[in-house]
């Protein structure tokens, strides 16, 4: 297997395609990037900038530039010495356009005959064997909103007719194929049968577009119909959708995947095994949110089927390193006081844990009931349920879900987190004890794993769904307290880690994943890490804040703007426009708009709120524009510069020479204050980071470099950050034995409390945590640290240093330094 020192994002797209991307191969090279970390390149929807909608994975996107194209950025990057890692999708496919997908296309042409019937997670025995669609609008059905099962009674605005030689049924600009013997031609070719009676002889049905979370047969990328499940445990269906990655392997193209979403899976440990045959042994990493305290299953690593995580959980530790405990009474006394100011409904629990059983209770009771009835359909014929009503097994399921704790158990390794949700559901509702402890067995307590029923593994694949709708998508929007805490695979319940905590992590994460990978931004953050070091001084400026929002809210009323229902929103996204200061009209607006219709108190994304929207963007525009009230407002968040800045190096360096593999999102070389996507996918400028580059490097021995970029006075510029992230890179992919072990160094003296240092075994990283709280103590003083025997010096800086050395000598120039043996 070959090992990345280090991996660079790259978003492939349209606009940016891999071309582009190869022409990048030698600025990414003096960045210090080792391999070249792309985004999906496989065949997508028409129109998709992100590339998870895959239509055809057998070949290479004509829209990205094609497989000429890929092949030629897969030789550049390893002539030049960097490896490729490639993002694929094997849980699911793009079906929002199904002429675009041959292979759905063939399936809603010819049903369970088709040979793609089983590439496709689809429940043929409900609903009359037919495979619903739900695509109509709201002016048919009952009442726009039709039951299952029954026939719509306004499908008027159907079609069929000949479209580019092929006889099909049209729904305004959808497109469905016919299947054979279901329709006749004229002799000038035109369909002559009637629409609807064409329609009921298809092995599909148009439904509405709400059934989609009442009652849908196949297995869909969480909430979103337009992506269906694949089923890649089947043999014949891993082999035909993985053609094209087993050919970059043959070729030497490719060295590594990044996974998306295996707990989507059937079999994901079975899937991991699979692609390490195929690739030969690959570096393999996975999209894998791990809570607080849980582990991959440990097979997986001891037997090299993965190398780790994406860093999510690494993400959550290096965050939390930097977060004052001390803020977290006076913020918790903010969000209570706002919730008991607010009248929006699902704004008044505060309790996170309650919180998060009330979200994820309300996902399987809505956006995805479809899924919990297919499992009570395929736990229907167990024995030990046959006492009971389906309408009691789905409350059972549903309360069961609710109260799980992880994404997904991998029995039987996860049976404990599976009891515990059994055991919570009992407490929570009493009244389906017997249902819920008859399910047990047949989810799976007690099994091993080839002993699992087909509803057990089923609810594997479910209950990451409500972890990400109920938790991701719901609930991080209701807890503002520290928005940087609430981060895909983050407990915002945890406030902080100790510098003790941290220690014991990152050497467990040495002993136990060292290849994991490590990042603090990707395509899917809600914040980027430049955003969240600053919303982090929140921390240390609570009461502060707590007054900044009162205020603001006060100002906005004199001008006009009367308070949101949901106050804590207003909390939430005067974090994020502190956190992206200064920040344009436009980009502040769709990220409120967001926010709020995630959180789905006072609006949502489906029969939202105009007027409580319309709102919400003048408040917005109100902190931007109206100077009495961006007067309130600005002065804190400029506050938060010089300290956030200092956060963002110190938990940049921190990432980059942790145990594991560190990822560069694109563009987080520099400041980047981005927000959550596609904000976060705006495009990067390259060139000029390029050239920025240059000019340091130019003047690598100049101490004015690193003087003119100290914090403070603040950096705009971002070079500060780029200075650092090249000087990491480039010496962990060249002295790799600098990074090979993990031990504290501590600090003695007053503010010893502020320096976060550790040696990776002749690499040693020293940086600042709790900037404003040093700040008031009056700086560092006399505290100092003892270095290893001989002298260092600082990547960084050039600063020659040994021994007993005072920080404040270390960090002159810089709030961070990276030494290695001079």
């Not at 030698?26 to 895959?54: F, I, K, M, N």
């Not at 009503?389 to 059972?396: A, L, N, P, R």
């Not at 021994?803 to 960090?811: N, P, Y």
Request: charged fraction near 25%; include cysteine.
């Amino acid at each position: 297997m070959r090992i990345p020192a280090s991996t660079y994002r790259l978003q492939i797209t349209r606009d940016f395609d891999l071309d582009q991307a190869a022409a990048q191969i030698g600025r990414l090279r003096s960045l210090g990037a080792d391999w070249l970390y792309l985004s999906p390149v496989l065949q997508s929807t028409e129109g998709s900038d992100h590339g998870y909608d895959v239509v055809d994975p057998t070949r290479i996107d004509p829209a990205r530039g094609g497989r000429e194209a890929f092949d030629r950025l897969c030789r550049a990057a390893h002539e030049a010495g960097m490896g490729v890692i490639v993002d694929v999708v094997p849980n699911h496919q793009g079906v929002a356009e199904p002429r675009q997908n041959p292979w759905w296309w063939a399936l809603l042409q010819e049903g369970r005959g088709s040979r793609y019937a089983e590439a496709f997670d689809v429940d043929w025995e409900a609903f009359d064997g037919k495979l619903m669609i739900p695509v109509l609008g709201d002016d048919t059905g009952d009442g726009g909103a039709p039951l299952p099962g029954r026939a719509e009674q306004a499908l008027a605005d159907l079609a069929v007719r000949v479209d580019d030689g092929e006889p099909v049924l049209a729904y305004w600009d959808n497109l469905y194929p016919l299947a054979e013997g279901t329709y006749t031609l004229d002799d000038s070719g035109r369909v002559t049968a009637d629409a609807g009676t064409v329609h009921d002889r298809q092995h599909y049905r148009l439904v509405n577009w709400r059934l989609g979370d009442a009652a849908l047969n196949y297995r869909r990328f969480f909430t979103v119909s337009t992506l269906a499940g694949v089923r890649v445990e089947d043999a014949e269906v891993l082999e035909q959708s993985h053609t094209e990655i087993r050919r970059w392997f043959d070729e030497g193209l490719v060295d590594g995947l990044r996974i998306d979403h295996p707990d989507g899976l059937r079999d994901p440990g079975r899937y991991l095994q699979e692609l390490q045959t195929m690739t030969g042994g690959a570096y393999v990493v996975i999209e894998k949110i791990l809570e607080p305290g849980e582990k991959l299953p440990p097979q997986w690593l001891e037997n090299g089927w993965t190398a780790g995580t994406t860093g999510y959980d690494a993400l959550g530790t290096v965050d939390r390193l930097f977060v004052d405990p001390a803020g977290a009474y006076p913020l918790t006394t903010l969000d209570a006081a706002l919730r008991q100011g607010s009248s929006a409904p699902g704004t008044g629990e505060g309790n996170w844990a309650r919180m998060i059983h009330g979200t994820k209770r309300a996902v399987v009771d809505g956006a995805l009931h479809a899924e919990v009835e297919r499992l009570a359909r395929e736990a229907a014929d167990e024995p030990a349920l046959a006492d009971f009503t389906h309408e009691q097994v789905v409350d059972g399921l549903s309360e069961i879900l609710a109260n799980f704790d992880v994404y997904r158990t991998y029995l039987p390794q996860g049976a404990g987190h599976l009891q515990g949700a059994l055991e919570r559901a009992v407490a929570a509702r009493p009244d389906l004890a017997a249902v819920v402890t008859a399910l047990g067995p047949v989810l799976g307590t007690g099994s091993e794993e080839a002993d699992l029923s087909p509803a057990a593994r089923r609810f594997q694949q479910t209950s990451g769904m409500v972890m990400a709708k109920g938790v991701e998508d719901a609930a991080f929007y209701r807890y503002p307290r520290l928005s940087s805490l609430t981060e895909v695979g983050g407990d915002p319940s945890v406030f902080s880690l100790t510098p003790e905590q941290v220690h014991d992590e990152m050497a467990r994460r040495l002993l136990e994943e060292p290849l994991a990978m490590t990042t603090l931004s990707t395509h899917d953050t809600k914040r980027s890490e430049s955003v969240r070091a600053r919303i982090t001084v929140l921390s240390e400026a609570a009461e502060d804040w707590a007054s900044t929002v009162t205020y603001v809210e006060k100002q906005a009323a004199a001008a006009g703007v009367a308070s949101l229902p949901d106050r804590i929103l207003t909390n939430l996204v005067l974090q994020a426009l502190a956190g992206a200061w200064p920040i344009d009209r436009d980009r502040a607006v769709d990220y409120a708009l967001k926010a709020a219709r995630e959180a789905q108190t006072a609006t949502a994304w489906v029969d939202g709120s105009e007027s409580f929207e319309g709102q919400l963007t003048r408040l917005v525009e109100a902190v931007l524009g109206e100077p009495s009230v961006r007067a309130a407002f600005e002065g804190f968040a400029r506050r938060l510069e010089g300290p956030g800045y200092s956060n963002a190096l110190a938990q940049k360096l921190v990432q980059l020479t942790m145990p594991g593999v560190p990822d560069v999102y694109q563009g987080s070389e520099q400041w980047a204050p981005a927000l959550v996507d596609p904000d976060n996918r705006r495009p990067v400028d390259h060139v000029g980071i390029a050239r920025r580059l240059e000019a340091l490097d130019a003047r690598r021995d100049d101490p004015a470099v690193p003087r003119a970029h100290s914090v403070p006075p603040v950096d705009d510029s971002g070079d500060a950050k780029l200075l650092l992230t090249a000087r990491a890179l480039r010496l962990r992919r060249d002295r790799p034995e600098l990074f090979t072990g993990y031990e504290p160094l501590r600090a003695e003296g007053r503010a010893a409390q502020h320096l976060f240092a550790f040696d990776r075994g002749g690499a040693i990283t020293l940086v600042t945590r709790l900037p404003l709280g040093l700040a008031r103590a009056g700086g560092w003083g006399e505290t100092s640290v003892t270095l290893p025997e001989g002298t260092w010096i600082d990547e960084l800086t050039g600063g020659r240093f040994q021994g007993t050395t005072e920080v404040a000598d270390l960090l002159d120039l810089l709030p961070v330094a990276l030494l290695r043996p001079a």
